[in-house]
């Protein structure tokens, strides 16, 4: 695995995620990352925190320069719950559950979130404005619809498959919506 590469093609799909997202403050990005994947194995089977190492540091400076929150999700044995910070959940009225994420039971993501966020929190649903997907970990069911998605021009990280979304207000009615006079 060449870790330069990698952080050049992360740096590079961050920086379109960001211009395609058009995001505003204490919004929420949903960020789901198999580094397993990354490594070029099986999700779930070889969790490297060197790869979370890798990733974390960057995401989370280009988050926190937006003033947005940062929703990790768990893998499946934690039934992708996500590490939020404290006031993501008072912002926005999350029910918090209690566990801590490991290697074994979150993955390497959701450890190395929990290790550098202020005050870390679980929680088992969200509803994100945008998210990044990093080995097809699947984070739609903790976005809100309607899901857009974004197109980067980097296509993988490491040797994880790469997907980006962002959300937008449903829309109703249109020219051929009919309406009660009032």
């Known amino acids: 695995m060449n870790f330069e590469d990698m952080d050049k093609a992360w740096n590079q799909?961050?920086?379109?995620?960001?211009?395609?997202?058009?995001?505003?403050p204490r919004q929420i990005v949903v960020l789901g990352c198999s580094t397993s994947e990354v490594m070029g194995q099986h999700i779930g089977k070889a969790s490297s925190e060197e790869v979370a190492e890798a990733l974390l540091p960057l995401l989370l400076a280009k988050v926190r320069?937006?003033?947005?929150?940062?929703?990790?999700?768990?893998c499946e044995?934690?039934?992708?719950?996500?590490?939020?910070?404290?006031?993501?959940?008072?912002?926005?009225?999350?029910?918090?559950?209690?566990?801590?994420?490991?290697?074994?039971?979150?993955?390497?993501?959701?450890?190395?979130?929990?290790?550098?966020?202020?005050?870390?929190?679980m929680v088992e649903t969200i509803r994100g404005h945008a998210g990044i997907d990093v080995g097809d970990t699947f984070i739609g069911m903790h976005l809100r619809p309607v899901v857009v998605p974004i197109?980067?021009?980097?296509?993988?990280?490491?040797?994880?498959h790469l997907t980006m979304a962002r959300t937008r207000p449903?829309?109703?009615?249109?020219?051929?919506?009919m309406y009660p006079v009032v």
């Not at 920086?15 to 058009?22: G, I, L, N, V």
């Not at 959701?110 to 202020?118: E, G």
């Not at 829309?171 to 919506?177: E, F, S, T, V």
């Open 13 to 24: 799909a961050l920086e379109e995620f960001f211009a395609q997202a058009c995001l505003k």
């Open 65 to 74: 320069a937006r003033e947005l929150y940062l929703a990790i999700q768990a």
């Open 77 to 121: 044995h934690l039934n992708r719950a996500l590490v939020v910070e404290e006031a993501c959940v008072e912002q926005y009225g999350l029910d918090a559950v209690t566990v801590v994420p490991s290697l074994l039971a979150g993955g390497s993501m959701a450890v190395k979130a929990w290790q550098n966020y202020q005050a870390p929190m």
């Open 151 to 160: 197109r980067p021009s980097i296509k993988s990280i490491g040797h994880a």
């Open 170 to 177: 449903r829309l109703i009615g249109g020219p051929r919506a």
